[in-house]
């Protein structure tokens, strides 16, 4: 799925560094600038080493302590920026974003008790954020408290309509509470605040094909081979479905482009060699499938 975009706040994992003083390339990057290039080329550890050495430098500039929390959060380091975001929580009590992330933090550490607390008193300061209650719902499907979640997530949208990953996050919990179509109404709203998601959209079309809705779970992995368009599952996936409405070419198709991804896969050349005896024998199949007369 590629980076995240920077935000000032995120509901999973802490949001992005902050692009403080990036206009044009200057003749000597400073440390915060040699941070925030590497993080953006995805070098994480050249990053972190950069905002230490601007923190070292500057040992008052939140900014930096703040890059340096999100980054090392970013790359799985919780207990580094739980520490961090504590400080900076002593530093900047105003500012919601080292109070959210500082239960993220927790909930990634399992210590999940400690999470709600944290997030019961974000939302207390901050009563009209749908952070604390989204990140609260996230604590609740982890706990498989699914009522709760939903409840939670229920509140996020009420404070943030617009966020498609709230709306993905309550189909999953219609999925785990067995009412498959208000899921597929939060994929599809999903999807309509931000149709690129594949994550959303790839949900959706399971949920169609296990309900034998095959038309619309074709359409919807079919949208997704544009997006990812060496996926061999999604060929694979395609290829079962066109079997299954018995439009055999297009199976022989998909299975073709699955196989040209992953030429090994011993259970994609079975099944296509399954679909082609089909379209060898079609009056076989049909008439196996006529009862023998009494």
């Given at each position: 799925?590629?980076?995240r975009?920077?935000?000032?706040?995120?509901?999973?994992?802490?949001?992005?560094?902050?692009?403080?003083?990036c206009g044009?390339?200057p003749?000597?990057?400073?440390?915060?600038?040699?941070?925030?290039?590497a993080y953006e080329?995805g070098h994480?550890?050249?990053?972190?080493?950069a905002f230490?050495q601007?923190?070292?430098?500057e040992p008052k500039?939140?900014?930096?302590?703040t890059?340096l929390a999100?980054?090392?959060?970013d790359m799985?380091r919780?207990?580094?920026?739980?520490?961090?975001?504590e400080e900076?929580i002593r530093?900047?009590p105003?500012?919601?974003?080292?109070f959210i992330?500082k239960a993220?933090?927790?909930?990634?550490?399992?210590r999940?008790d400690e999470?709600?607390?944290?997030l019961?008193d974000v939302?207390?300061?901050?009563p009209?954020s749908?952070?604390?209650?989204?990140?609260?719902?996230l604590?609740y499907?982890?706990?498989g408290?699914?009522?709760?979640?939903?409840?939670?997530?229920?509140?996020?949208?009420r404070?943030a309509?617009?966020?498609?990953?709230i709306?993905?996050?309550?189909?999953l919990v219609y999925?785990?509470?067995?009412?498959?179509e208000k899921a597929l109404?939060?994929y599809t709203?999903?999807l309509?605040?931000k149709?690129?998601?594949?994550?959303a959209?790839?949900?959706l079309?399971?949920?169609?094909a296990?309900?034998?809705?095959y038309?619309l779970?074709?359409r919807?992995?079919?949208k997704?081979?544009?997006?990812a368009?060496?996926?061999?599952?999604?060929?694979?996936r395609?290829?079962r479905l066109?079997?299954?409405?018995q439009r055999?070419d297009k199976?022989?198709?998909?299975y073709?482009?699955?196989?040209e991804?992953?030429?090994?896969?011993?259970?994609l050349h079975?099944e296509?060699?399954e679909?082609?005896?089909?379209?060898?024998?079609p009056?076989?199949r049909?008439?196996?499938?006529v009862p023998?007369?009494?």
């Open positions: 799925m590629g980076r975009t920077p935000v000032w706040l995120s509901f999973l994992l802490g949001g992005m560094v902050f692009a403080v003083g044009g390339p003749a000597a990057l400073s440390p915060m600038q040699k941070g925030l290039r080329r994480t550890e050249a990053a972190v080493a230490r601007a923190v070292a430098k500039n939140l900014v930096a302590k890059n999100l980054t090392l959060q799985g919780h207990e580094e920026a739980l520490a961090l975001y900076l530093r900047q105003a500012s919601p974003l080292p992330n993220v933090c927790l909930r990634e550490l399992g999940m999470a709600l607390v944290a019961t939302d207390s300061r901050w009209v749908p952070y604390p209650a989204f990140n609260r719902g604590v499907e982890e706990q408290l699914w009522e709760q979640a939903l409840e939670a997530h229920q509140e996020a949208m404070r309509p617009h966020q498609a990953v709306h993905y996050h309550i189909g999925e785990r509470l067995d009412e498959p109404q939060a709203k999903a309509l605040l149709p690129t998601d594949p994550v959209r790839l949900k079309g399971e949920l169609y296990s309900r034998g809705r038309s779970a074709i919807e992995y079919s997704l081979t544009v997006i368009p060496g996926a061999s599952q999604l060929y694979h395609l290829g066109y079997r299954k409405q055999l199976a022989v198709e998909m073709h482009r699955a196989l991804a992953q030429p090994a896969d011993e259970q079975q296509l060699q679909v082609l005896h089909e379209l060898v024998h009056r076989r049909v008439l196996e499938a023998p007369a009494g």
